[in-house]
């Protein structure tokens, strides 16, 4: 069975960072491509960003809300995603969903399997 | 970036009716490279959908779904109690992918 266990959401004040985790079983870790999507408060869904796979070249991207300031790596020996997220702003609270599913090459995927989420609160 | 309007904003329906939902693309959705999700309260999206027409795994069949170019439907041609909830559209057939501002099932 897929699980996908997200971590480390918290309080942060503006212009703060904080590194989400998000813990994969039941799949074979290192040969899935993993996005993060986020849903602020009584909002709708917004992807974030993606990681493809090392042996894919491991490379990321990002939407453009969070680019230059969140960065998505792995940790393919522990089966573990991050979201390394830095100059926090209020707009960025949200909850945060580790996902994976069926890419399509350099456009995007669905998503078959979700994290439970964690929160991210972005206030002073 | 693809822009996905979703109408209505609120349905509100009865067990047993039939629900059309409609998603609406800025542009046209490549390959209809286009997902359907449930949403309950406290819960992570659930996927129903997938190449517009296409069910995921476990999804009963009175779930479908329609359309290419830029317009697509999601039906539920009996809703189940446990149907009520919110629905979004994505498309990922080009980069961004994007996401509808969801439709909430409610009970009439």
């Known amino acids: 069975e897929v699980q996908l266990v997200e971590s480390g959401g918290g309080l942060v004040k503006p212009g703060g960072s904080l590194r989400l985790s998000c813990a994969a079983s039941?799949?074979?870790?290192?040969?899935?491509?993993m996005s993060w999507v986020r849903q602020a408060p009584g909002k709708g869904l917004e992807w974030v960003g993606r990681?493809?796979?090392?042996?894919?070249?491991?490379?990321?991207d990002y939407a453009a809300p969070v680019k230059g300031r969140f960065t998505i790596s792995r940790d393919d020996s522990k089966n573990t995603l991050y979201l390394q997220m830095n100059s926090l702003k209020t707009e960025d609270t949200a909850v945060y969903y580790c996902?994976?599913?069926?890419?399509?090459?350099?456009?995007?995927?669905?998503?078959?399997?979700w994290g439970q989420g964690t929160l991210v609160t972005v206030s002073s | 970036e693809i822009v996905l309007t979703q109408s209505p904003g609120t349905l509100s329906l009865s067990p047993g009716e039939r629900a059309t939902l409609s998603c609406r693309a800025s542009q046209s959705v490549s390959s209809s490279y286009l997902a359907w999700y449930q949403q309950k309260p406290g819960q992570a999206p659930r996927l129903l959908m997938y190449g517009a027409s296409s069910r995921a795994t476990g999804i009963p069949d009175r779930f479908s779904g329609s359309g290419s170019g830029t317009d697509f439907t999601l039906t539920i041609s009996r809703l189940e109690p446990e149907d009520f909830a919110v629905y979004y559209c994505?498309?990922?057939?080009?980069?961004?992918?994007?996401f509808g501002q969801g439709t909430k099932v409610e009970i009439k």
């Open positions: 994505q498309q990922y057939g080009s980069s961004p992918e994007t």
């Open positions: 039941g799949f074979t870790f290192s040969n899935a491509w």
């Open positions: 990681i493809k796979s090392k042996t894919d070249g491991g490379t990321t």
């Open positions: 996902s994976t599913g069926t890419y399509y090459y350099d456009a995007g995927a669905y998503y078959e399997f």
